[in-house]
Structures are given as C-alpha cells and as structure tokens.
C-alpha cells in the first residue's frame, strides 16, 4: 500500500540529502537537498487516502494543515499543505509511469499547437485544473510544486498552468520525472517558466528514460543526479 511504498521513497529521499553536499546545491542554483528530502516525503505521502492524509495518520515531516483537491473527475488529486516558508501542492497521478510510453497518444497544449504531450496525462490535469486553481486563489505564500514519476510529469504540467493563472509558483521539484512532451514542448515550457525546475534523478532509475528521446521525446528543467549506490 502507500506505506510500504511511501517508505521505500523516504529512503531514497535520505540518499539525496545525503549525496548532495551543501556546497554543490549551491552550485546547482539554489537546489537545496534538506527542503528536497522534505517535499520527497510528501511525495511519497500522496498516494495515501484524503482521509488517512488530513486526519494526522500520515507522517508528513514539518508539513501542516494537509488538505486533498480531488479533480472534477477521475482519481487525480493534489495534496496542498503548508510550510513554514509558504505552500506544497503534492501532485498524485492516477497513470502509471509504464502508461507513459513511446507510443501512446498525444495531444496538443491549447496555447501551443505544435507542443506534444501525453493525452491521458493532459487529460488527467484538465480535470484538477479548476478545483485546485480555485483552492490556491488569492494564494498569498508562494507555492512550491513536487510529485515523483508520473505525478512528477503531471506536476511539471500543473506548475506551469498555475502560475500562467497567477498562482505565486515559486519552485517546482520533481523526483523520477519522465520526459513529458516533444521538444517542442520543451522549448515552450524553458520559454514560459519563470520557477526554477530542479529534476532529481538517481542510479539506473528507467522511469527517467520514458518515453524515449529517439522517439521524439524531451526532458525540462534542470536535472539533479545522485549515485544510487551512495
């Protein structure tokens, strides 16, 4: 279940905090591995039910005030909690990173025709776009942005809408990201973020390496890679 899985992430996330000295986050443009280690563990919290999340049965390390937006349809959710320097927005998707593939359908982004990302996962945040844009309004904290695997994907889609709707997106750490869309895609996302985009990566993980550049795919935002066996 969530735990086990939940567990086995926070893990990981210790592994990143403790392969990335300070020194080098600084050198990597203000990514810092405390704050990666904390929003890695709300990462690995998302999967666990709204009940279980805002009922204090979940550790969510120094988060508060945990509250879960269910999408107008289908089982995307996005658990917003607070910090002491401002808001989380935890993605959750419903798609699994292996439904990600090089041949599965895509579909153009309404403000760029020629950008290509996935269909199911363009779909899944067209239905969590208006409850979580109405859960963030008038949002006076800044909002950092996080999701692992295919909800790092989804996350990677919401940043980029939510600030383009005037949310205070400040941040936007991802943890196994696939590669989200075509290249072009790429180029308009680095155009039009204005939040750095630290993507963390480890070892061998084959996540990272879906859908594949030589069919037509492309990563964002700027890759932070740990040994996995340090």
């Given at each position: 279940?969530?735990?086990?899985?939940?567990?086995?992430?926070?893990?990981?996330?210790?592994?990143?905090?403790?392969?990335?000295?300070?020194?080098?986050?600084?050198?990597?443009?203000?990514?810092?591995?405390?704050?990666?280690?904390?929003?890695?563990?709300?990462?690995?919290?998302?999967?666990?039910?709204?009940?279980?999340?805002?009922?204090?049965?979940?550790?969510?390390?120094?988060?508060?005030?945990?509250?879960?937006?269910?999408?107008?349809?289908?089982?995307?959710?996005?658990?917003?909690?607070?910090?002491?320097?401002?808001?989380?927005?935890?993605?959750?998707?419903?798609?699994?990173?292996?439904?990600?593939?090089?041949?599965?359908?895509?579909?153009?982004?309404?403000a760029?025709?020629?950008?290509?990302?996935?269909?199911?996962?363009?779909?899944e945040?067209?239905?969590?776009?208006?409850?979580?844009?109405?859960?963030?309004?008038?949002?006076?904290?800044?909002?950092?942005?996080?999701?692992?695997?295919?909800?790092?994907?989804?996350?990677?889609?919401?940043?980029?809408?939510?600030?383009?709707?005037?949310?205070?997106?400040?941040?936007?750490?991802?943890?196994?990201?696939?590669?989200?869309?075509?290249?072009?895609f790429?180029?308009?996302?680095?155009?039009?973020?204005?939040?750095?985009?630290?993507?963390?990566?480890?070892?061998?993980?084959?996540?990272?390496?879906?859908?594949?550049?030589?069919?037509?795919?492309?990563?964002?935002?700027?890759?932070?890679?740990f040994?996995?066996?340090?």
């Open positions: 279940g969530c735990a086990e899985w939940g567990r086995r992430l926070q893990v990981a996330a210790k592994k990143v905090a403790g392969s990335i000295p300070v020194a080098a986050s600084q050198a990597v443009g203000g990514f810092d591995p405390l704050r990666a280690t904390q929003l890695a563990k709300l990462a690995a919290a998302a999967p666990c039910s709204a009940s279980a999340l805002e009922g204090g049965k979940v550790d969510l390390g120094e988060a508060a005030s945990p509250r879960v937006v269910a999408a107008a349809s289908g089982d995307a959710t996005a658990l917003v909690a607070r910090v002491a320097d401002g808001v989380v927005v935890t993605l959750r998707s419903s798609i699994v990173s292996e439904a990600l593939a090089d041949d599965a359908e895509l579909v153009s982004l309404e760029c025709a020629e950008c290509k990302v996935n269909k199911a996962l363009a779909a945040w067209a239905t969590l776009r208006a409850p979580l844009v109405a859960a963030l309004a008038a949002q006076p904290h800044k909002v950092t942005v996080t999701g692992h695997g295919a909800s790092a994907a989804l996350a990677t889609l919401a940043a980029l809408d939510l600030a383009e709707a005037g949310v205070p997106v400040a941040e936007l750490v991802t943890f196994g990201e696939p590669r989200v869309g075509n290249p072009a790429a180029a308009y996302y680095e155009d039009s973020a204005v939040y750095p985009h630290f993507r963390v990566t480890h070892g061998r993980d084959p996540v990272v390496h879906a859908p594949s550049a030589s069919a037509g795919f492309a990563h964002v935002g700027r890759e932070v890679f040994n996995k066996a340090s």
